[in-house]
Nanobody, 125 residues
Framework: EVQLVESGGGLVQAGRSLRLSCATS????????IGWFRQAPGKEREVVSC????????YYLDSVKGRFTISSDNAKNTVYLQMDNLKPEDTAVYFC??????????????????WGQGTRVTVSS
């Protein structure tokens, strides 16, 4: 059974940092791509960043480039999202998701089949 469990969310002031973790199990880690998505109140879910685990190539939403860093620890089957210089507009529930295709195709997010329960990030001004 594929499982993804997010952790690391919380309440922080603008300009501070958080690191989210996505612990995974139930599949061959390096065969997949993992994405971080977020959904703010009243808004649609959007992709934040994703990583192709076979070669660690990455993708970032334009608004987080230079502030967020996605990484993976293959020994721990865990993907991280380091979020620096957080802004109030980063406030959302953050989800990690797994894509069995193992690829990154910008704009094609429907391949993400497995989802975690989400972790809330609140950034105060």
């Amino acid at each position: 059974e594929v499982q993804l469990v997010e952790s690391g969310g919380g309440l922080v002031q603008a300009g501070r940092s958080l690191r989210l973790s996505c612990a995974t199990s139930g599949f061959t880690f390096v065969d997949y791509a993992i994405g971080w998505f977020r959904q703010a109140p009243g808004k649609e879910r959007e992709v934040v960043s994703c990583i192709r685990l076979s070669n660690k190539s990455t993708y970032y939403l334009d608004s987080v480039k230079g502030r967020f860093t996605i990484s993976s620890d293959n020994a721990k089957n865990t993907v991280y999202l380091q979020m620096d210089n957080l802004k109030p507009e980063d406030t959302a529930v953050y989800f990690c998701a797994a894509d069995p295709s193992g690829t990154i195709v910008p704009g094609v997010w429907s391949w993400y089949e497995y989802w975690g329960q989400g972790t809330r990030v609140t950034v105060s001004s």
